[in-house]
């Protein structure tokens, strides 16, 4: 149960993260501003 409440919140990081930024200039930058989104949800 505690590893689902943390699946389901990257998850909705990740959610944030796509709903403020629509485009992508190429899959590069995609795939960096998963990582950084990441990076940042696994400090809290």
Known sequence: ???TNAIE???SGFR???RGRT???NAMA???A???A???LTKK
């Open 34 to 36: 998963l990582y950084l």
């Open 9 to 11: 919140g990257l998850n």
């Open 30 to 32: 995609f795939a960096k």
């Open 38 to 40: 990441t990076w940042e």
């Open 23 to 25: 485009v992508f200039p």
């Open 16 to 18: 944030r993260l796509n």
């Open 1 to 3: 149960m505690y590893t």
